[in-house]
């Protein structure tokens, strides 16, 4: 996989090419920046691409501050390490976006990837489609991660009940308890699909459930034509994916701006 070429397809296809994530969102294009404006401030709000320069970097910081202002709308600039100027990440902290931590931008072409994965017995898939479903999502991730998923969940109802065909999610649950979850977003007109979510509840570590959630989203990607599949990883996931045959492209860092 040349990896100049996929990370060029990538921001063509996903960041500067962006859709909106649902029928209540928009995409606007203001000169050199491109940002996803939610129906609502619990909706995804940020800038997802923008072509700088030093000259004209705090201007257009200042014009996207101003608009999701305006809006009442907290919003993420996410910042990607080949984005320009090179020290964009130190104006938008000077104009008052918090950092949060870094990540790593990984795409793995699906044909290549290796899939083969077992869950643990007594563990089995649960594919979320209804409000129950959407609870144990967030009862797994809250285990995982240890934080609030309100407006997770906000935003994944709403994707079930208004586009359902962009979104596949599923938990893995031992017995009735939710263990693990992760979904899929699948962007029409794209050829890469995306993984989000994925952790799993500490004591289920190490056992293969990450790597299985992956694989059973890979084959859902696949089955619907996709050729490529990214994931923003952490750390602790980046060496599984590895494994797995994905391919580190760059780093993402989410800058927020809370009005």
């Known amino acids: 996989m040349d990896h100049a070429t996929i990370l060029a397809l990538y921001d063509r296809d996903l960041?500067?090419?962006?859709?909106?994530?649902?029928?209540?969102?928009?995409v606007e294009r203001a000169g050199n920046v491109v940002r996803h404006v939610g129906s609502s401030?619990?909706?995804?709000?940020?800038?997802?691409?923008?072509?700088?320069?030093?000259?004209?970097?705090?201007?257009?910081?200042?014009e996207q501050v101003a608009r999701f202002g305006a809006l009442g709308h907290p919003f993420e600039w996410k910042l990607y390490g080949h984005d320009r100027p090179a020290d964009l990440g130190r104006r938008l902290a000077a104009a008052g976006f918090t950092p949060e931590?870094?990540?790593?931008?990984?795409?793995?072409?699906?044909?290549?990837?290796?899939?083969?994965?077992v869950l643990p017995e007594g563990v089995r898939l649960h594919t979320v489609t209804d409000e129950a479903g959407v609870d144990l999502?967030?009862?797994?991730?809250r285990r995982a991660f240890g934080t609030d998923h309100a407006e997770l969940r906000h935003r994944v109802l709403a994707q079930l009940a208004e586009a359902s065909d962009t979104l596949v999610a599923v938990v893995a649950l031992a017995g009735a308890e939710p263990v693990c979850a992760g979904r899929i977003e699948l962007l029409p007109g794209t050829r890469f699909a995306g993984l989000f979510g994925g952790g799993t509840a500490e004591e289920w570590r190490g056992r293969g459930i990450y790597r299985a959630l992956v694989a059973h989203r890979a084959r859902?990607?696949?089955?619907?034509?996709?050729?490529?599949?990214?994931?923003?990883?952490?750390?602790?996931?980046?060496?599984?994916?590895?494994?797995?045959?994905?391919?580190?492209?760059?780093?993402?860092?989410?800058?927020?701006?809370?009005?």
């Open 220 to 259: 859902v990607a696949a089955d619907r034509g996709y050729r490529y599949l990214h994931v923003d990883a952490s750390s602790e996931s980046r060496p599984i994916l590895e494994r797995l045959g994905f391919a580190a492209l760059t780093t993402t860092t989410p800058y927020v701006h809370e009005h």
């Open 15 to 26: 960041r500067e090419g962006l859709r909106p994530d649902g029928p209540g969102a928009r």
């Open 137 to 141: 999502m967030v009862a797994a991730h």
């Open 41 to 62: 401030a619990r909706d995804w709000n940020g800038v997802v691409w923008s072509a700088l320069e030093a000259d004209d970097a705090d201007a257009a910081i200042a």
């Open 101 to 117: 931590p870094e990540e790593t931008l990984m795409v793995g072409e699906i044909a290549d990837l290796d899939l083969d994965a």
